[in-house]
């Protein structure tokens, strides 16, 4: 199973970039990156996938290398309610070739004003 | 369109009592999951669906916990008799596609306390 690793938390302040990055180093060939966030009290929310070099949408970016052993998860001008739990995750495709969610530790973004 | 909607919010019972969670996934969604986090700990797989029919339910704790969906629309994960260890947060998610790169929806989840 494909593991990741991420920093415990980190801290940011209004309107600067946050970099998050996740290292995957048993990643599979046929596996996406994935990143959630999670506030308090709710479910985690798709934020962004990807599968090689840069992806871009409305509220994040990733990046990632051609070895494809880590990612980063970029959030362009941080506000206060970007403050929650961002989770890295590799698609584990099981036997059945579905996306069965490994979640990790996660990483608890604090955002200060 | 609704999103994944999960019932009830919270729960209290008393160890050995009966419990069951219920999940409406997404409409047209085949791909159903059942995850939960216990005090303290990560996010863990518990089961996943695809219609009616169980692919993997190698995360199922033990045979307490009992899983249904009948006719490939809600879901309902019954724990019977409940014991403490069980006390936490159930999430509920859907996905329209068994591909590796398929989003999936979570609900609010079912915060289940066992006294």
């Known amino acids: 199973l494909a593991k990741t690793t991420q920093p415990i938390s980190m801290d940011s302040y209004e309107g600067q970039e946050v970099n998050i990055t996740c290292s995957h180093n048993?990643?599979?060939?046929?596996?996406?990156i994935t990143w959630y966030q999670q506030f308090p009290s709710q479910g985690p929310r798709f934020i962004i996938q990807?599968?090689?070099t840069k992806v871009t949408n409305e509220v994040a970016s990733l990046f990632i290398p051609a070895d494809r052993k880590s990612s980063t998860l970029s959030l362009p001008r941080v506000s206060l309610s970007d403050t929650a739990v961002y989770y890295c995750?590799?698609?584990?495709?099981?036997?059945?070739?579905?996306?069965?969610?490994?979640f990790g530790a996660g990483t608890r973004l604090a955002v200060h004003p | 369109e609704a999103g994944v909607t999960q019932f009830p919010s919270h729960s209290v019972i008393e160890k050995g009592q009966t419990v069951t969670l219920r999940c409406d996934p997404i409409?047209?969604?085949?791909?159903l999951y059942w995850y939960r986090r216990v005090m303290g700990k990560e996010i863990k797989f518990l089961l996943h669906f695809v219609k009616e029919s169980k692919q993997d339910e190698s995360g199922m704790p033990n045979n307490r916990f009992l899983a249904e969906r009948t006719g490939g629309t809600y879901s309902t994960l019954k724990v019977q008799p409940a014991e403490l260890e069980d006390s936490g947060v159930y999430f509920c998610a859907s996905s329209h596609a068994a591909s590796g790169g398929s989003e999936a929806f979570f609900g609010q989840g079912t915060r289940l306390t066992v006294v």
């Open positions: 409409s047209g969604h085949d791909n």
């Open positions: 048993n990643i599979a060939t046929n596996d996406y």
């Open positions: 990807g599968y090689k």
């Open positions: 995750l590799v698609g584990d495709r099981g036997s059945g070739g579905y996306n069965k969610l490994i």
